[in-house]
């Protein structure tokens, strides 16, 4: 049991590292937020669900539940009410050909797209 939670928890581990790198390297808002929300999730799932094995607290089960079920819930809606702000104030998007949204919504370019230019 006790080299099933190293494994969980080295694995967590590893995902939130992801997560943090691809925040730094990746260029646009709405790619760094993809690998904050995804690899952010299973990273901090696998982290406690490792937690969980290696204490072996009953207490501990529910909370550590109630988060991963929190987690799982808030961040997807997080994630898609901070693109669609990304995207709305006209934010600089890399390796978009072709928009599916500009019919959809209405982009404001400005003081956030002239923020992102440089970097």
Do not use: C
Not at 25 to 43: N, V
């Amino acid at each position: 049991m006790m080299i099933l939670a190293m494994a969980l928890l080295i694995a967590g581990t590893a995902f939130l590292l992801i997560a943090a790198i691809g925040i730094v390297r990746l260029r646009d808002p709405l790619q760094r937020m993809h690998s904050a929300t995804k690899a952010g999730t299973l990273g901090a799932t696998l982290m406690l669900l490792g937690v969980v094995l290696a204490a072996d607290i009953a207490e501990l089960n529910w909370t550590s539940g109630l988060t991963i079920l929190f987690l799982l819930i808030t961040l997807p809606i997080g994630a898609q009410l901070l693109g669609r702000a990304a995207y709305v104030s006209g934010t600089r998007l890399e390796g978009l050909a072709h928009d599916p949204l500009s019919e959809e919504l209405e982009r404001h370019p400005g003081k956030a797209d002239e923020l992102t230019r440089d970097s």
